[in-house]
T-cell receptor, first 114, second 112 residues
Framework: DAGVIQSPRHEVTEMGQEVTLRCKPISGHDYLFWYRQTMMRGLELLIYFNNNVPIDDSGMPEDRFSAKMPNASFSTLKIQPSEPRDSAVYFC????????????FGSGTQLSVL | QQPVQSPQAVILREGEDAVINCSSSKALYSVHWYRQKHGEAPVFLMILLKGGEQKGHEKISASFNEKKQQSSLYLTASQLSYSGTYFCGTARAGGGADGLTFGKGTHLIIQP
């Protein structure tokens, strides 16, 4: 199993630009989560999906953030326009409900907004 | 509500024991423990469900006191490989229907 795959690993962009982060969950997993990690706040849950449907997006900080899951094998997190305070590591994680509640994390995307 | 972890950091010599605590102000269904090494993704250690059970894997074990909404992670005879940041994650609903809320983490440094 390839695990959860995220791309890109690193993203450097300028303030005001659009940023798109990508995630491929583990095949067969029916839950997908987006987390943001910073030194100040730790790991924050942004949004999660069940069977491609957004369940809870209360952690999305602003309207500049949006997430989609068009099918079971792909999700995106978009920031438009990006700001320096969005700089963080963004993790995608997936889980199979019938397999317990263990989360499998991707390697993360290190985002730097200049 | 983010769970509170203590201590924030701990430095040990190889072979010493450590305890990491996690507490919540909300009633919990389960507590999860993850370890993250620098530059890597968090990796699952164990899940504890309400009922006060204690789980263990080799020299790492944990307990969960649902009445106090507290969990503790015990690392016995620590090894160099135990270094990293430990996170507790809490869920208020069961059945996989809830996202985990993580604490800010405890940095563990094991010295030879």
């Amino acid at each position: 199993d390839a695990g959860v795959i995220q791309s890109p690993r690193h993203e450097v962009t300028e303030m005001g630009q659009e940023v798109t982060l990508r995630c491929k969950p583990i095949s067969g997993h029916d839950y997908l989560f987006w987390y943001r990690q910073t030194m100040m706040r730790g790991l924050e849950l942004l949004i999660y999906f069940n069977n491609n449907v957004p369940i809870d997006d209360s952690g999305m900080p602003e309207d500049r953030f949006s997430a989609k899951m068009p099918n079971a094998s792909f999700s995106t997190l978009k920031i438009q326009p990006s700001e320096p305070r969005d700089s963080a590591v963004y993790f995608c994680a997936s889980r199979y409900r019938q397999g317990g509640e263990k989360l499998f994390f991707g390697s993360g995307t290190q985002l730097s907004v200049l | 509500q983010q769970p509170v972890q203590s201590p924030q950091a701990v430095i040990l010599r190889e072979g010493e024991d450590a305890v990491i605590n996690c507490s919540s102000s909300k009633a919990l269904y389960s507590v999860h423990w993850y370890r993250q090494k620098h530059g890597e993704a968090p990796v699952f250690l164990m899940i504890l469900l309400k009922g006060g059970e204690q789980k263990g894997h080799e020299k790492i074990s944990a307990s969960f006191n649902e009445k106090k909404q507290q969990s503790s992670l015990y690392l016995t005879a620590s090894q160099l490989s135990y270094s990293g940041t430990y996170f507790c994650g809490t869920a208020r609903a069961g059945g996989g229907a809830d996202g985990l809320t993580f604490g800010k983490g405890t940095h563990l440094i094991i010295q030879p």
